[in-house]
């Protein structure tokens, strides 16, 4: 098993692009998240889902879009992108709805000049 | 003030010393995570506890519920076990169940 695979792992962008972030996993878990992680605050949630077809926001969803059309995959976008979307972001998955033990994705390092 | 406090922020030891680690949460929680974060890395999960205590290998994690508070134990610290180690709760009332609060990390560093 892969378990969650992430690309890019870096990603330089101009403000204003728009960009996709991409999210894998084959452990057939229903649940999987978006995280971003920046100095000196803990991971906040942005987009979460239950299962395919269901998404909901997290803590900081605004600038970002998220898809859910298979268990596999999780894709996270980028509409139009800001300094301020400069993080390192991880997804992550666990059985259930979450309840189970958490499993992430190497991180994609993002910077918006 | 944060739902989820870790300390200490810093922790400097030498190899061969016993580290504790303190996480106390203000929220009523259906499960605590412990987790490890190296230099540039990924995020791995050590435990997810709801009571009691959880040892694996060097390490071991205990919670007290009534107290809100849990520990992480490190025995004969080795350098490799120099990471950021992060505490996370999950909430028990509606949606919140299935989101986990963080706290800010503890950064580790254990010299030869």
């Known amino acids: 098993n892969a378990g969650v695979t992430q690309t890019p792992k870096f990603q330089v962008l101009k403000t204003g692009q728009s960009m996709t972030l991409q999210c894998a996993q084959d452990?057939?878990?229903?649940?999987m998240s978006w995280y971003r992680q920046d100095p000196g605050m803990g991971l906040r949630l942005i987009h979460y889902?239950?299962?395919?077809?269901?998404?909901d926001q997290g803590e900081v969803p605004n600038g970002y879009n998220v898809s859910r059309s298979t268990t596999e995959d999780f894709p996270l976008r980028l509409l139009s992108a800001a300094p301020s979307q400069t993080s390192v972001y991880f997804c992550?998955?666990?059985?259930?709805?979450?309840?189970?033990?958490?499993?992430f994705g190497p991180g994609t390092r993002l910077t918006v000049t | 003030k944060n739902e989820v406090e870790q300390s200490p922020q810093n922790l400097t030891a030498q190899e061969g010393e016993f580290i504790t680690i303190n996480c106390s949460y203000s929220?009523?929680?259906?499960?605590l995570h412990w987790l490890q974060q190296h230099p540039g890395g990924g995020i791995v999960s050590l435990f997810m506890?709801?009571?009691g205590k959880k040892k694996h290998g060097r390490l071991i994690a205990t919670i007290n519920i009534q107290e809100k508070h849990s520990s992480l134990h490190i025995t004969a610290s080795h350098p490799r076990d120099s990471a950021v180690y992060i505490c996370?709760?999950?909430?028990?009332?509606?949606?919140?169940?299935?989101?986990?609060?963080f706290g800010t990390g503890t950064l580790l560093a254990v010299q030869p």
């Open positions: 992550a998955s666990s059985y259930g709805h979450g309840s189970g033990e958490q499993y």
């Open positions: 452990m057939n878990h229903e649940y």
């Open positions: 889902s239950v299962g395919a077809g269901i998404t």
């Open positions: 929220v009523g929680i259906s499960a």
């Open positions: 506890l709801s009571s």
């Open positions: 996370a709760v999950r909430g028990v009332h509606g949606g919140a169940t299935n989101k986990l609060i």
